[in-house]
Protein backbone atom coordinates (compact mmCIF):
# COMPACT_ATOMS: atom_id res chain seq x y z
CA UNK A 1 0.00 0.00 0.00
CA UNK A 2 1.72 3.54 -1.17
CA UNK A 3 0.70 6.58 0.64
CA UNK A 4 1.85 9.94 2.02
CA UNK A 5 3.03 10.20 5.33
CA UNK A 6 4.64 13.17 7.57
CA UNK A 7 8.08 12.32 9.42
CA UNK A 8 10.09 15.95 10.86
CA UNK A 9 7.65 17.92 9.42
CA UNK A 10 8.19 16.80 5.81
CA UNK A 11 5.33 14.72 4.09
CA UNK A 12 6.66 11.75 1.89
CA UNK A 13 5.85 9.10 -0.17
CA UNK A 14 5.63 5.65 2.39
CA UNK A 15 5.64 1.93 0.98
CA UNK A 16 3.77 -0.44 3.28
CA UNK A 17 4.35 -4.21 3.15
CA UNK A 18 0.79 -5.64 4.74
CA UNK A 19 2.01 -9.03 4.88
CA UNK A 20 5.45 -8.46 6.36
CA UNK A 21 3.97 -5.47 8.28
CA UNK A 22 7.24 -3.24 7.45
CA UNK A 23 7.24 0.24 5.74
CA UNK A 24 10.06 1.79 3.95
CA UNK A 25 10.05 5.33 2.15
CA UNK A 26 10.76 6.10 -1.27
CA UNK A 27 11.12 9.69 -1.43
CA UNK A 28 12.83 12.15 0.54
CA UNK A 29 12.61 15.78 -0.98
CA UNK A 30 13.60 18.72 1.65
CA UNK A 31 12.25 21.30 -0.78
CA UNK A 32 8.73 19.99 -0.79
CA UNK A 33 6.32 17.36 0.39
CA UNK A 34 4.53 14.60 -1.74
CA UNK A 35 0.46 13.68 -1.90
CA UNK A 36 -1.62 11.14 -3.71
CA UNK A 37 0.97 8.77 -4.21
CA UNK A 38 0.50 6.07 -6.88
CA UNK A 39 2.14 3.10 -8.64
CA UNK A 40 2.58 4.30 -12.36
CA UNK A 41 1.22 1.86 -14.59
CA UNK A 42 3.66 -0.98 -16.21
CA UNK A 43 6.52 0.58 -14.22
CA UNK A 44 8.39 0.22 -10.35
CA UNK A 45 8.19 3.69 -10.21
CA UNK A 46 5.90 6.25 -8.41
CA UNK A 47 4.16 9.54 -9.41
CA UNK A 48 2.72 12.03 -6.89
CA UNK A 49 1.66 15.79 -6.39
CA UNK A 50 4.56 17.76 -4.70
CA UNK A 51 3.86 21.09 -3.03
CA UNK A 52 7.32 22.92 -2.93
CA UNK A 53 7.86 25.39 -0.14
CA UNK A 54 7.68 28.25 -2.68
CA UNK A 55 3.54 27.15 -3.55
CA UNK A 56 4.53 25.16 -6.63
CA UNK A 57 2.54 22.37 -6.79
CA UNK A 58 2.75 19.73 -9.81
CA UNK A 59 3.28 16.29 -10.68
CA UNK A 60 6.21 14.60 -10.56
CA UNK A 61 7.38 11.37 -11.60
CA UNK A 62 10.16 9.54 -8.88
CA UNK A 63 12.37 6.47 -9.99
CA UNK A 64 12.09 3.74 -6.91
CA UNK A 65 15.68 3.04 -6.74
CA UNK A 66 17.38 6.60 -7.03
CA UNK A 67 14.61 8.66 -5.51
CA UNK A 68 15.36 11.07 -8.67
CA UNK A 69 11.95 12.81 -9.86
CA UNK A 70 10.91 14.46 -13.00
CA UNK A 71 7.76 16.29 -13.87
CA UNK A 72 4.63 14.94 -15.74
CA UNK A 73 2.72 17.51 -16.88
CA UNK A 74 4.38 20.76 -16.81
CA UNK A 75 2.74 23.69 -15.81
CA UNK A 76 -0.19 22.45 -14.93
CA UNK A 77 -1.35 22.63 -10.82
CA UNK A 78 -2.92 18.99 -10.09
CA UNK A 79 -4.79 18.35 -7.40
CA UNK A 80 -5.26 14.54 -7.69
CA UNK A 81 -5.14 12.26 -10.57
CA UNK A 82 -5.84 8.87 -12.05
CA UNK A 83 -3.63 6.61 -13.98
CA UNK A 84 -5.61 5.08 -16.82
CA UNK A 85 -2.90 3.76 -19.08
CA UNK A 86 0.84 4.69 -19.42
CA UNK A 87 -0.11 7.52 -21.09
CA UNK A 88 -3.33 8.98 -20.27
CA UNK A 89 -4.06 10.49 -16.74
CA UNK A 90 -7.38 11.57 -15.22
CA UNK A 91 -6.64 14.55 -13.51
CA UNK A 92 -8.29 17.95 -10.69
CA UNK A 93 -6.73 20.70 -12.07
CA UNK A 94 -6.64 24.05 -9.77
CA UNK A 95 -8.59 26.90 -11.90
CA UNK A 96 -9.30 29.41 -9.45
CA UNK A 97 -11.44 28.48 -6.42
CA UNK A 98 -12.48 25.17 -7.75
CA UNK A 99 -11.09 22.20 -9.74
CA UNK A 100 -11.89 20.73 -13.09
CA UNK A 101 -11.60 17.20 -14.29
CA UNK A 102 -9.52 16.78 -17.21
CA UNK A 103 -8.23 14.13 -18.98
CA UNK A 104 -4.72 14.41 -20.30
CA UNK A 105 -2.72 12.23 -23.04
CA UNK A 106 1.33 12.63 -22.32
CA UNK A 107 2.21 10.92 -25.82
CA UNK A 108 0.04 13.21 -27.43
CA UNK A 109 -0.19 16.27 -25.31
CA UNK A 110 -4.23 16.71 -25.32
CA UNK A 111 -6.00 18.03 -22.68
CA UNK A 112 -9.66 17.91 -22.20
CA UNK A 113 -12.00 19.28 -19.35
CA UNK A 114 -14.92 16.42 -18.61
CA UNK A 115 -16.29 18.53 -15.70
CA UNK A 116 -15.74 21.97 -13.79
CA UNK A 117 -16.31 22.11 -10.06
CA UNK A 118 -15.48 18.67 -8.71
CA UNK A 119 -14.22 16.59 -6.06
CA UNK A 120 -10.92 14.82 -4.83
CA UNK A 121 -11.74 11.24 -4.98
CA UNK A 122 -11.27 9.57 -8.82
CA UNK A 123 -11.86 6.04 -8.48
CA UNK A 124 -12.26 2.92 -10.94
CA UNK A 125 -15.84 0.63 -10.92
CA UNK A 126 -14.95 -2.84 -10.12
CA UNK A 127 -15.36 -3.46 -13.68
CA UNK A 128 -12.41 -0.77 -14.85
CA UNK A 129 -14.71 0.26 -17.93
CA UNK A 130 -15.67 3.51 -16.03
CA UNK A 131 -14.26 6.21 -13.36
CA UNK A 132 -16.84 7.96 -10.94
CA UNK A 133 -16.05 11.45 -9.24
CA UNK A 134 -17.57 13.64 -7.88
CA UNK A 135 -19.67 16.96 -8.92
CA UNK A 136 -20.07 19.77 -6.54
CA UNK A 137 -23.41 21.98 -6.61
CA UNK A 138 -24.67 24.29 -3.74
CA UNK A 139 -27.54 21.10 -3.54
CA UNK A 140 -24.90 18.70 -2.37
CA UNK A 141 -21.82 16.94 -3.67
CA UNK A 142 -23.36 14.15 -6.48
CA UNK A 143 -21.53 10.85 -7.32
CA UNK A 144 -20.77 10.40 -11.26
CA UNK A 145 -20.08 7.81 -13.56
CA UNK A 146 -17.64 8.13 -16.35
CA UNK A 147 -17.30 5.89 -19.40
CA UNK A 148 -13.42 5.45 -20.68
CA UNK A 149 -14.42 4.33 -23.95
CA UNK A 150 -16.60 7.53 -25.44
CA UNK A 151 -15.94 10.07 -22.03
CA UNK A 152 -19.78 10.59 -20.91
CA UNK A 153 -20.98 11.10 -17.51
CA UNK A 154 -23.72 10.35 -15.83
CA UNK A 155 -25.11 10.63 -12.23
CA UNK A 156 -25.25 7.53 -9.98
CA UNK A 157 -26.14 8.98 -6.66
CA UNK A 158 -26.53 11.88 -4.65
CA UNK A 159 -24.01 12.14 -1.95
CA UNK A 160 -24.56 14.86 0.58
CA UNK A 161 -21.86 16.58 2.15
CA UNK A 162 -19.84 12.75 1.55
CA UNK A 163 -16.90 13.18 -0.59
CA UNK A 164 -14.15 10.39 -0.19
CA UNK A 165 -15.58 6.67 -0.73
CA UNK A 166 -14.41 3.50 -2.73
CA UNK A 167 -15.99 0.77 -4.60
CA UNK A 168 -16.11 -3.24 -3.13
CA UNK A 169 -15.99 -5.96 -5.80
CA UNK A 170 -19.89 -6.28 -5.36
CA UNK A 171 -20.12 -3.01 -7.64
CA UNK A 172 -21.49 -1.42 -3.60
CA UNK A 173 -20.27 1.87 -2.66
CA UNK A 174 -18.43 2.62 1.22
CA UNK A 175 -17.77 5.67 2.94
CA UNK A 176 -17.48 7.24 6.05
CA UNK A 177 -19.94 8.65 8.17
CA UNK A 178 -18.73 9.66 11.52
CA UNK A 179 -17.62 6.83 13.73
CA UNK A 180 -19.37 4.48 10.71
CA UNK A 181 -18.22 2.80 7.46
CA UNK A 182 -21.26 2.87 5.08
CA UNK A 183 -22.33 0.91 2.07
CA UNK A 184 -24.64 0.92 -0.65
CA UNK A 185 -25.57 -0.15 -4.06
CA UNK A 186 -25.66 2.86 -6.21
CA UNK A 187 -27.27 0.93 -9.24
CA UNK A 188 -30.10 -0.38 -7.42
CA UNK A 189 -33.71 0.29 -8.02
CA UNK A 190 -34.41 1.67 -4.48
CA UNK A 191 -30.43 2.46 -2.74
CA UNK A 192 -30.59 1.97 0.85
CA UNK A 193 -27.38 2.67 2.87
CA UNK A 194 -26.98 0.83 5.91
CA UNK A 195 -23.93 0.84 8.61
CA UNK A 196 -21.30 -1.90 7.39
CA UNK A 197 -19.37 -1.01 10.70
CA UNK A 198 -18.51 0.76 13.54
CA UNK A 199 -15.88 2.24 15.69
CA UNK A 200 -15.78 3.27 19.41
CA UNK A 201 -12.20 5.19 18.86
CA UNK A 202 -12.28 6.21 15.63
CA UNK A 203 -14.14 9.63 14.62
CA UNK A 204 -14.51 11.53 11.07
CA UNK A 205 -13.69 8.82 8.57
CA UNK A 206 -12.56 9.83 5.65
CA UNK A 207 -10.19 8.57 2.67
CA UNK A 208 -10.60 4.66 2.02
CA UNK A 209 -9.18 2.08 -0.25
CA UNK A 210 -10.36 -1.49 -0.55
CA UNK A 211 -7.93 -4.86 -1.31
CA UNK A 212 -8.42 -8.01 -1.89
CA UNK A 213 -9.29 -8.50 1.58
CA UNK A 214 -8.85 -5.75 3.66
CA UNK A 215 -10.06 -1.99 3.89
CA UNK A 216 -8.30 0.80 5.02
CA UNK A 217 -9.55 4.47 5.87
CA UNK A 218 -8.28 7.81 7.22
CA UNK A 219 -9.20 8.56 10.86
CA UNK A 220 -9.06 10.45 13.42
CA UNK A 221 -8.67 9.54 16.84
CA UNK A 222 -12.16 9.97 19.50
CA UNK A 223 -11.83 13.34 21.52
CA UNK A 224 -12.33 10.55 24.52
CA UNK A 225 -9.04 8.93 23.30
CA UNK A 226 -6.47 12.06 22.71
CA UNK A 227 -7.88 13.32 26.25
CA UNK A 228 -6.94 10.21 27.59
CA UNK A 229 -3.69 10.12 25.99
CA UNK A 230 -2.62 13.03 27.46
CA UNK A 231 -4.30 12.08 30.74
CA UNK A 232 -1.35 9.01 30.57
CA UNK A 233 1.67 11.71 29.46
CA UNK A 234 0.47 13.93 32.07
CA UNK A 235 1.07 10.99 35.15
CA UNK A 236 4.52 9.80 33.22
CA UNK A 237 5.53 13.77 33.16
CA UNK A 238 6.12 12.82 29.65
CA UNK A 239 6.34 16.10 28.67
CA UNK A 240 6.67 15.80 24.55
CA UNK A 241 3.85 12.90 24.63
CA UNK A 242 1.54 15.25 26.32
CA UNK A 243 1.84 18.48 24.25
CA UNK A 244 1.91 15.92 21.21
CA UNK A 245 -1.60 16.07 22.25
CA UNK A 246 -2.42 19.59 21.88
CA UNK A 247 -2.51 21.95 18.58
CA UNK A 248 -0.10 24.44 17.74
CA UNK A 249 -2.51 27.04 18.59
CA UNK A 250 -3.91 25.66 21.79
CA UNK A 251 -4.85 28.45 24.38
CA UNK A 252 -6.09 27.38 28.33
CA UNK A 253 -8.46 29.09 30.18
CA UNK A 254 -9.66 29.69 33.52
CA UNK A 255 -13.58 29.61 33.95
CA UNK A 256 -15.43 31.12 32.52
CA UNK A 257 -13.42 33.00 29.78
CA UNK A 258 -9.85 34.43 31.30
CA UNK A 259 -7.16 33.58 29.43
CA UNK A 260 -3.99 32.00 30.80
CA UNK A 261 -1.57 30.64 28.35
CA UNK A 262 -1.95 31.98 24.67
CA UNK A 263 0.50 30.00 23.12
CA UNK A 264 2.32 26.62 22.74
CA UNK A 265 5.63 27.58 23.73
CA UNK A 266 4.39 29.30 26.80
CA UNK A 267 2.39 25.93 27.81
CA UNK A 268 5.42 23.97 27.50
CA UNK A 269 7.71 26.04 29.33
CA UNK A 270 4.86 25.85 32.13
CA UNK A 271 3.92 22.25 32.07
CA UNK A 272 8.14 21.72 31.83
CA UNK A 273 8.51 23.64 35.08
CA UNK A 274 5.67 22.12 36.39
CA UNK A 275 7.00 18.32 35.78
CA UNK A 276 10.14 19.27 36.78
CA UNK A 277 9.43 20.66 40.49
CA UNK A 278 6.15 18.21 41.00
CA UNK A 279 7.83 14.54 41.60
CA UNK A 280 4.42 13.01 42.90
CA UNK A 281 2.14 15.16 40.05
CA UNK A 282 -0.46 12.33 39.64
CA UNK A 283 -4.60 13.32 38.28
CA UNK A 284 -7.03 10.48 38.98
CA UNK A 285 -9.81 10.50 36.67
CA UNK A 286 -13.21 10.64 38.96
CA UNK A 287 -15.84 11.34 36.20
CA UNK A 288 -15.87 11.88 32.55
CA UNK A 289 -18.40 13.17 29.85
CA UNK A 290 -18.12 13.46 26.24
CA UNK A 291 -20.27 15.80 23.94
CA UNK A 292 -19.45 15.62 20.60
CA UNK A 293 -15.62 17.23 20.13
CA UNK A 294 -15.59 18.15 24.28
CA UNK A 295 -14.61 15.90 27.26
CA UNK A 296 -15.58 16.96 30.42
CA UNK A 297 -13.07 15.80 32.94
CA UNK A 298 -13.43 15.69 36.44
CA UNK A 299 -10.18 15.30 38.27
CA UNK A 300 -8.24 14.45 41.86
CA UNK A 301 -5.10 15.95 41.19
CA UNK A 302 -1.98 15.43 43.86
CA UNK A 303 0.77 17.60 43.76
CA UNK A 304 3.71 17.67 46.03
CA UNK A 305 1.93 16.74 49.12
CA UNK A 306 -1.57 18.02 48.34
CA UNK A 307 -4.86 16.82 46.94
CA UNK A 308 -7.16 18.76 45.46
CA UNK A 309 -10.29 18.56 42.89
CA UNK A 310 -10.36 20.01 39.09
CA UNK A 311 -12.60 20.29 36.13
CA UNK A 312 -11.34 20.32 32.58
CA UNK A 313 -13.22 21.28 29.50
CA UNK A 314 -11.41 19.87 26.79
CA UNK A 315 -11.97 20.24 23.27
CA UNK A 316 -10.71 18.50 20.34
CA UNK A 317 -10.27 19.90 16.84
CA UNK A 318 -8.54 17.26 13.84
CA UNK A 319 -7.13 15.01 16.56
CA UNK A 320 -5.70 17.74 18.48
CA UNK A 321 -6.85 19.36 21.81
CA UNK A 322 -7.20 23.23 21.25
CA UNK A 323 -8.92 24.25 23.68
CA UNK A 324 -8.81 23.66 27.83
CA UNK A 325 -10.99 25.52 30.21
CA UNK A 326 -9.92 24.88 34.01
CA UNK A 327 -12.64 25.34 36.69
CA UNK A 328 -11.05 25.24 40.47
Known amino acids: MVFASTRNGQTDIAVYDIKAESLVWASNTPGGSEYSPQRMPGS ?31 D ?10 TNRLLTTVLVDNRMDLVLFNRETMEERVLHKNVGRCLQFLPDRKSVSYVARSQSGNELYSLD ?24 ELVYGSGKKL ?6 ANAPKARTWASFKDVVNISRIAVGTDYVAFVGEPSPEVVV ?10 DLEA ?20 GNREQMWKDYKGYF ?27 ANGRTFEAVAIYEVRNGKIYKVTFLR
Not at 50 to 74: V, W
Not at 242 to 261: A, C, E, G, N
Open 228 to 237: QAQLDAYNRK
Open 44 to 74: KNYSAVRLDTTGLQMLYAYETETGKYTELLP
Open 242 to 261: FMDTYSDDIKLYTFPDQLSV
Open 148 to 171: LKNFNAKPLYPLGTVEDYAWLPTK
Open 182 to 187: IRLNPF
Open 276 to 302: DRTPDLHAKLVNRMVLGNKVIDQEEVT
Open 76 to 85: VKVGYYLWLD
